[in-house]
């Protein structure tokens, strides 16, 4: 998201930095080809008129739980306030929707604005989702064992970086990966410039985050291109003996499409290719496609994302959630 800062105030972050990789993966190297097959409607629409989500439902997160079951922790706009809520599903595509989780808390360090945009995993019979919160944004948590009771860490997790940092001003937009013995935590940085990219930090317990000494990970792409004006909503996973990513990239217009690049090793990533590889075609994302989370162990690969038609820089989008399968392959 982009944010509309009313005023300037200079924190320093408290999160650690160290220098680090993900486990460097061995796979041959080759040209990519990718192929979408792109289901034609939303799965998951805005709520009525007054409902938590009746402006905008964005920014699904999508866990595998027992018996093929699907939850998809989303985000909700109801023309005020972001919420984050939950909604179930057999199939990928058809959702029930189980209502609102977590709201901005005005008492605390997230101000009234959002809670949502985040990131859920599922693991050792708990759920972790990992969301935005404050109109300068930081990284909070929140946990639960059984997806209807949350309770909020009380601070941020992650918060922005010290005077003069890439993250200065806001950081956002987490997508957390479990690989070996850490977690891995790809976010947006906002600058003073309010320049929006990407860098990554680990974690062992979710709690406790190494920012990587070298953020960012990925620049903006060059004048003119799709991806100038902000890059942001990664989402991280591997395949073929490389790391993936796919992010929600701004233009000067507003519009927003994804872009993808790869890795060896977690930090150091190159994109595939200059141009957008997925683009709104249809008349409810026609202006933005955004928002990615990537289920890995399917083949193809499912992908979710939130789509609107009104080119906005933060909300007001006509929102709605997607699914798309993705096939990728390595050419020689």
């Keep these: 998201m982009k944010w509309i800062l009313a005023s300037i105030i ?14 460097v993966l061995e796979g041959q190297p080759g040209t990519v080809a990718y192929h979408w097959d792109v289901f034609p409607t939303p799965i998951l629409m805005r709520g009525a ?6 402006v905008d439902a964005l920014n699904p997160s999508v866990v595998v739980l027992q018996q093929g079951k699907l939850l998809n ?23 029930t929707k189980k209502g609102k989780i977590l709201s901005p808390d005005p008492s605390t360090w ?14 050792s019979g708990k759920f972790l989702y990992w969301y935005q919160a404050a109109r300068m944004p930081q990284i909070g948590l929140a946990t639960s064992s059984d997806a209807k009771v949350w309770k909020k860490n009380g601070e941020p997790v992650l918060a922005r970086g010290p005077r003069g940092s890439w993250d200065e001003m806001g ?8 690989v070996a013995d850490h977690l891995y935590m790809y976010y947006l940085g906002q600058d003073r410039a309010r320049r929006q990219r990407l860098g990554v930090a680990r974690s062992r317990d979710g709690v406790t985050w190494e920012k990587y000494r070298s953020n960012p990970i990925l620049e903006l792409g060059a004048h003119g291109r799709f991806d100038d004006t902000g890059l942001g909503e990664p989402a991280v996973w591997s395949q073929h003996g490389w790391y993936w990513m796919l992010y929600t990239a701004r233009n000067q217009k507003e519009e927003r499409r994804l872009g993808l690049a790869r890795s ?10 200059e141009e957008a590889v997925l683009s709104g075609a249809l008349d409810w994302n026609s202006k933005v496609i955004c ?32 699914y798309a399968t993705l096939k990728l392959s390595l050419m020689p």
């Design 110 to 123: 997230e101000g009234d604005y959002i809670a949502a945009n985040g990131s859920a995993i599922y693991e």
């Design 49 to 54: 008129a007054g409902s938590w989500d009746s």
């Design 264 to 273: 060896r090793n977690g930090v150091g990533w190159t994109r595939v290719t």
């Design 171 to 178: 950081a956002a937009d987490p997508y957390v990966i479990r």
């Design 10 to 23: 200079l924190l320093t972050g408290c999160s650690r930095y160290a220098d680090f990789t993900l486990p």
């Design 73 to 95: 922790v989303y985000s909700g706009y109801d023309g005020k306030t972001w919420h984050s809520g939950i909604a179930e599903s057999s199939d990928s595509i058809t959702w």
């Design 291 to 322: 928002d990615p989370h990537v289920l890995a162990n399917t083949n193809p690969l499912w992908v979710y994302f939130g789509g609107g038609n009104r080119a906005e820089p933060a909300e007001n989008l006509n929102g709605q959630i997607g």
